[in-house]
């Protein structure tokens, strides 16, 4: 029988849950990262999320920026640590070698007196948490590798013995290969935790990996992160937050009341639909419905805008008789545009959390995540998608996400294939040739838990908006764009409500 | 000369290094030669004002430059040409003669 390891909370936004419930307590954590990812920030969030969350004071034992650069250069996260010494939950341990020449080495030596310091400062604060950043400049001022293995086993012990839980950032040379720069620091501590910030499609992906959680389990694999301003490192735990989706079954307009029927009653609250079509068959219109139709009950909705400006998109609505400047000024309404292509994928989730935080509405669409698609990676757009589903989920929200298909007529988009098994229910909007006319075919594919109808209606737009009509007869074949006319009505009892039972994705 | 000498409490590297600065001291030229010694478990304030890592840390503090050595200070005839400071005549002279 084994007896699980007390955990302590970082704190850190998404850590917690790649950790499945923080770091195990008094116990030392190497973070290993190259130049550039993040290592410090991350240290110091340790510390500043203490503090701040838990009222647990910490020591900062800084090897390499001074004090002051640090204090200077963390108050942009909202990181005031001046004010925290003052507070006395904060005390640096200063080694950092400014202004100062190399210390020769002259005979045998310990780093007795650094752990002298730490152990007075973390008397001082009463510290629970302690960062040491970063071991490279004691590597590179000491040389002897040896001496550096057994006194940092020392200093972990020290750290261990004043149940102190610790984060020890060190410095690599590559992104995969060896862990640590001199091969050693990774036996030292219990745990180790790799920052990665890789090139991919000529922009920077960062990611946090859980390499070893000694005696404790944990998330496996990397795992984006964004770093901003105000708030310091987020990661996004992909995997683990996917499990704790829950979903419930009030029912919610879709902001048409055929759609409605169609969906055995409304969408589900908690649930996100996917709009696939090609280009002009009314996924925006579908997206304006279904805000307006949350608005209509009073319901603040957000949209975020990815392929239209803000003036096109006011005017379109106006166009189908929705007054979207009408429900901003109430605040029921918020539009977000945003280009695709200024940021990376990662970010544009963490920015996507932050308007969803930031207005706290009931429904959220995105039109179209097709442009997102174009903005990024196959895999960083997954992760964006399955993000974005569970954030939306475990918030008790509605979202809506339109996707572009490439053809004209039938087909599949990419966007579908990939995200398709996320989404809880699929609207299919298609071109239909049909006696030589173009027309608007609508119809529900797939919803996760409920009945839905089967049938492909025709679907009109005018300025009052969409319209949805009487399901296509006596035809076959309408979804791949080509009908062919039956003779006989393909249903032998002609029931017009036949119903499909989705159970699963 | 000013030296200062961050010790950590008694073991094998802090005696050597307490004994080889004293006859470092001794080897020099005149008076006025002062050599503190500070231990960090007594004084860790001190060790933080100076930014001490390592211990044993001799410290030269005057004349200016300000030099660091690290380490137990075994080696003296190196310690004094990293100070340059001139090699200690008489004990040099002797331990020649014995050889």
């Given at each position: 029988m084994t007896i699980a390891l007390e955990r302590i909370i970082t704190g850190i936004e998404?850590?917690?849950?790649?950790?499945?419930g923080g770091l195990t307590r008094n116990r030392a954590t190497l973070v290993a990262g190259t130049s550039g990812s993040a290592k410090t920030v991350l240290a110091v969030q340790f510390l500043a999320e203490g503090i701040t969350k838990f009222d647990e004071p910490g020591v900062f034992v800084t090897l390499e920026e001074s004090p002051d650069d640090l204090r200077k250069n963390m108050i942009g996260f909202g990181w005031d640590i001046e004010k925290w010494e003052r507070e006395g939950k904060w005390a640096f341990v200063d080694a950092s070698p400014r202004g100062r020449e190399q210390p020769i080495v002259a005979g045998e030596f310990d780093f007795g007196a650094l752990?002298?310091?730490?152990?007075?400062?973390?008397?001082?604060?009463?510290?629970?948490?302690?960062?040491?950043?970063?071991l490279a400049a004691v590597f590179l001022t000491y040389k002897d590798v040896d001496i550096v293995r057994r006194e940092l086993?020392?200093?972990?012990?020290?750290?261990?013995?004043?149940?102190?839980?610790s984060l020890i950032t060190v410095?690599?040379?590559?992104?995969?290969?060896?862990?640590?720069?001199?091969?050693?620091?990774?036996?030292?501590?219990?745990?180790?935790?790799?920052?990665?910030?890789?090139?991919e499609r000529e922009r920077r992906r960062r990611t946090i990996e859980v390499l070893k959680l000694r005696g404790a389990n944990h998330n496996k694999g990397e795992f984006p992160f964004c770093v901003t301003t105000g708030r310091g490192i987020a990661a996004i735990p992909l995997s683990a937050i996917e499990l704790k989706q829950h979903s419930s079954n009030i029912r919610v307009t879709s902001g048409n009341d055929i759609l409605d029927r169609m969906c055995n009653g409304g969408v589900f609250r908690d649930s996100v639909i996917l709009v696939s079509g090609a280009t002009g068959t009314g996924k925006t219109l579908l997206s304006t419905q279904f805000l307006n139709g949350g608005a209509a009950k009073n319901e603040r909705c957000l949209l975020l805008a990815f392929e239209e400006s803000r003036e096109q998109l006011f005017r379109n609505a106006q166009g189908w008789g929705v007054d979207f400047a009408g429900l901003e000024k109430a605040g029921l309404l918020k539009v977000i545009c945003m280009y695709p292509?200024?940021?990376?994928?990662?970010?544009?989730?963490?920015?996507?959390?932050?308007?969803?935080?930031?207005?706290?509405?009931?429904?959220?669409?995105?039109?179209?995540?097709?442009?997102?698609?174009?903005?990024?990676?196959?895999?960083?757009?997954?992760?964006?998608?399955?993000?974005?589903?569970?954030?939306?989920k475990t918030k008790e929200i509605t979202g809506l996400f339109t996707a572009t298909t490439s053809t004209l007529v039938g087909g599949a988009s990419i966007t579908e294939t990939h995200i398709s098994t996320i989404t809880d229910t699929i609207i299919l909007l298609r071109y239909v040739e049909l006696f030589g006319e173009i027309k608007r075919g609508i119809t529900v594919l797939k919803m996760r838990g409920s009945k839905h109808e089967r049938e492909i209606r025709e679907m009109l737009i005018d300025e009052h908006g969409m319209h949805i009509k009487e399901p296509f007869r006596r035809l076959a074949g309408v979804l791949s764009g080509n009908p062919q006319v039956l003779s006989e009505p393909f249903s032998?009892?002609?029931?017009s409500h036949a119903e499909a039972y989705s159970e699963d994705g | 000369m000013k030296f200062r000498l961050f010790i950590c409490g008694e073991n094998t590297s802090s005696n050597l290094a307490v004994q080889n600065a004293r006859r470092l001291i001794q080897g020099l030229n005149g008076n006025g030669h002062d050599l503190e010694i500070i231990d960090v478990l007594e004084n860790p304030e001190i060790a933080e004002e100076a930014r001490i890592l390592a211990t044993p840390t001799l410290l030269k503090e005057d004349p200016a430059p300000l030099r660091m050595l690290v380490g137990d200070l075994s080696d003296l005839?190196?310690?004094?040409?990293?100070?340059?400071?001139p090699a200690e005549v008489e004990h040099e002279k002797n331990d020649g003669g014995h050889q």
């Open positions: 998404g850590l917690d849950a790649i950790l499945e752990i002298a310091r730490v152990k007075n400062a973390a008397g001082k604060v009463k510290a629970k948490r302690a960062s040491i950043d970063t086993l020392l200093l972990t012990e020290a750290l261990k013995e004043l149940k102190i839980t410095e690599r040379l590559h992104e995969y290969g060896e862990i640590s720069r001199f091969g050693v620091e990774e036996f030292v501590t219990d745990n180790v935790i790799v920052l990665r910030n890789p090139m292509e200024v940021r990376g994928l990662e970010d544009h989730l963490l920015a996507m959390r932050m308007a969803i935080e930031e207005f706290k509405p009931k429904r959220v669409a995105v039109d179209s995540l097709s442009a997102l698609e174009r903005a990024g990676h196959p895999r960083g757009f997954r992760e964006l998608i399955i993000g974005l589903t569970s954030f939306i032998p009892d002609g029931d | 005839t190196r310690v004094r040409s990293i100070l340059q400071l």
